[in-house]
């Protein structure tokens, strides 16, 4: 059985920071590619940011580029989400996801977390 945990969220003024943790456990995930999914109230799942198998390679979308870093442990069970310069339409639900697929999208996703509430106040 593979689970993904998420850890870390949080509520958070503006302009802090929060560092998102997802470990990985039931499966060989080393080789996998992890992501971070955030999901507002009304709004559709969307892709953060992304981390090869190798944690060689990482993808951001526009919206948090430049703030938000991905990264992995050296066993590649556990991917974190460091989260810098938060803004209040940062507020979601944050969800980790791994895919066996050299890239991750809502589509191919294998596994997901349970989830992980970050809320950022104005």
């Known amino acids: 059985q593979v689970q993904l945990v998420e850890s870390g969220g949080g509520l958070v003024q503006a302009g802090g920071s929060l560092r998102l943790s997802c470990s990985a456990s039931g499966r060989t995930f080393s080789g996998f590619t992890r992501g971070w999914f955030r999901q507002a109230p009304g709004k559709e799942r969307e892709f953060v940011a992304a981390i090869s198998g190798s944690g060689g390679s990482t993808y951001y979308s526009d919206s948090v580029k430049g703030r938000f870093t991905i990264s992995r442990d050296n066993a590649k069970t556990t991917v974190y989400l460091q989260m810098n310069s938060l803004k209040p339409e940062d507020t979601a639900v944050y969800y980790c996801?791994?895919?066996?697929?050299?890239?991750?999208?809502?589509?191919?996703?294998?596994?997901w977390g349970q989830g992980t509430q970050v809320t950022v106040s104005s």
């Open positions: 996801a791994a895919a066996t697929e050299g890239t991750i999208t809502i589509r191919n996703v294998d596994a």
